[in-house]
């Protein structure tokens, strides 16, 4: 089969197969870019495969950067774009299930199509914009089928972070999962304790972001992967609610605002915690706490000038657009006249400081002075006092406290 219209993003990338090949090899457009052309989907990350080895690839091309040479990719910089050409290879032999023990360079094409994860995964794409289909992933592509290249089992095996690929490809291309292919998930699912989690981590995030994550959760349930990930081995009757508490259609905006849906979902009660096992950054911890604390916050209470100013009027959207899609009341005007009717929106706005009040009022340095200034800030943001040295020097001279 021939694409009949070439997407721009590969023919500009035309030149660079020319050049492997005129050099005496194979190359080929391989992986996500061909599967997501042939879906009609936006293309991301052209990437090419090539009978030539790295230190063959870099005498080709006058500008690359080593990134993976030994995984046999080499970064090649042309057309004022950055191309992956990685050589072909074999399956890589795992050791503990975690780390290939070695990559085996082939010069054959086919070769490295078996290793790749799924059918529809495993396409080549040629200069002629031929279609290189060797385990009838086109047939796939019709019926919407995600099936594992060669024995299912084996592959899972091989490498279990392919299940959370699996799922997140559910989700993400709305893809129903071949049963011999969920099957095999579902018996490997034990081996996703060995997989790094940071790994586990970015698949099932794309997972959640996704357009159809709730065909996605669905699938994660129903093959019990959860059981074998930090924090959600007792999951098994939330899943349910987590998907029917949101509308057909709502789509997360954010990584922050589905893991806050989560665990909200989940009812977890320490979110740091949580997600410190997910090994996330701190800024991620701090963030999805807050839109948690936030949510429950608001199940009880309404907006106030001090949510605005503490959360921020980012956070509270993110927030109500959750509750929005869970039928409940919102109202972004109110949001929106809150923050404007806010006198300071960080402590860094009050146009007083400590210093200015240690040595124009001779307050002492010391815990006096920070009450002193969170009592001015609090009053501030409470609407009733100007944000004005002369009035926040009258205000702290009427302190009974001082
Ligand atoms: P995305 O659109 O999210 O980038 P992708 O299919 O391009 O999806 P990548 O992680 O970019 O996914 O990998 C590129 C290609 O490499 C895949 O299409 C697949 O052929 C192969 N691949 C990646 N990870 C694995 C794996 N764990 N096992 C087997 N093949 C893999
Ligand atoms: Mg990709």
């Known amino acids: 089969m021939r694409l009949t219209n070439l997407p721009s993003e590969f023919q500009k990338a035309l030149p660079i197969l020319e050049k492997i090949k005129s050099a005496g090899y194979e190359a080929y457009f391989v992986g996500g870019s061909v599967r997501d052309a042939l879906l009609h ?99 796939d592509l019709d019926n919407k089928l995600l099936r594992a290249v060669g024995k299912a089992e084996e592959r899972f095996n091989e490498d279990a972070l392919r299940i959370m690929r699996g799922l997140r490809f559910a989700a993400s291309l709305d893809f129903d999962i071949e049963d011999a292919t969920f099957q095999a998930m579902m018996t490997h699912a034990p081996l996703l304790e060995k997989i790094s989690i940071e790994r586990s981590f970015i698949e099932f995030d794309k997972l959640l972001t996704a357009p159809h994550w709730k065909k996605g959760v669905k699938a994660f349930k129903d093959s019990r992967a959860y059981c074998y990930l930090p924090g959600l081995e007792e999951s098994q009757d939330k899943w349910d609610e987590f998907t029917a508490a949101y509308s057909d259609d709502f789509v997360f905006s954010s990584s922050e605002q589905a893991w806050a849906a989560l665990l909200i979902a989940l009812d977890v009660p320490a979110v740091k915690p949580f997600l410190k096992k997910w090994k996330t950054s701190a800024q991620f911890q701090k963030i999805v706490d807050a839109l948690v604390s936030l949510y429950r916050f608001r199940q009880s209470e309404q907006l106030g000038l001090r949510q605005l100013y503490q959360y921020g009027r980012e956070t509270i959207e993110v927030i109500e657009e959750l509750r929005q899609a869970q039928g409940l009341a919102v109202d972004f005007e109110k949001i929106a006249e809150l923050d404007q009717s806010l006198l300071i929106h960080d402590k860094h706005d009050i146009v007083v400081n400590g210093g200015m009040l240690m040595s124009e009022l001779g307050i002492k340095p010391g815990p006096e002075l920070g009450k002193i200034l969170s009592q001015v800030e609090w009053a501030i943001v409470d609407g009733k006092l100007a944000n004005k040295k002369e009035t926040i020097f009258d205000f702290i001279a009427n302190l009974d406290s001082k």
């Open 41 to 139: 989907r936006p293309i991301h990350d052209v990437d090419i495969a090539s009978s030539s080895y790295p230190q063959e690839t870099k005498a080709i091309f006058e500008r690359t950067v080593d990134i993976g040479i030994e995984h046999g990719t080499v970064l090649v910089l042309e057309q004022g774009s950055e191309y992956e050409v990685t050589t072909f290879r074999t399956e890589d032999v795992y050791v503990d299930y975690r780390r290939p023990s070695s990559v085996n360079f082939v010069r054959s094409l086919e070769e490295d199509l078996k290793r790749r994860d799924f059918t529809v995964n495993a396409f080549a794409l040629d200069e002629r914009a031929q279609i290189i289909d060797k385990f009838n992933g086109l047939e």
